[in-house]
């Protein structure tokens, strides 16, 4: 079982890092609920909700510039058991990935 998540990209912004945080519980009763689906995780910063998505339709919405780049990502952290979570930021015009390793939680 994942628990309190380490963000592992140094480059996202503090704000974000709070939010994953923020919503942690709500991230982990999403992901456990659909883990054998492996889905995706949105956390949408301006409906302030979190949903898990199907990773395949979420994967194939993304820009064709994306698309290979996270479906590779993906593909190698749900082989290691880790999950991917996704940041919704409509007002900043953000949307960014994060991944997650059951080794680099702690909780």
């Known amino acids: 079982m994942l628990s309190a998540p380490l963000v592992r990209n140094k480059t996202v912004r503090q704000d974000y890092a709070k939010l994953i945080e923020e919503y ?3 991230i982990m009763r ?3 609920e659909h883990a054998e689906k ?3 995780i949105e956390c949408d910063v301006a ?3 979190v949903a898990a998505m199907p990773a395949k339709e979420y994967i194939d919405g993304l820009t064709e ?7 590779r990502h ?10 991917m ?16 390793m059951p ?3 702690k909780g």
Do not use: C
């Open 65 to 71: 510039r994306t698309r290979e780049a996270t479906r």
């Open 30 to 32: 999403a992901w456990e």
């Open 24 to 26: 942690w519980p709500t």
């Open 103 to 105: 080794e680099d939680h």
């Open 85 to 100: 979570v996704f940041i919704r930021d409509s007002r900043n015009k953000v949307l960014q990935s994060q991944l997650f």
């Open 47 to 49: 409906y302030k909700k």
């Open 38 to 40: 492996h889905p995706i």
């Open 74 to 83: 993906f593909n190698e952290i749900t082989a290691q058991g880790g999950m």
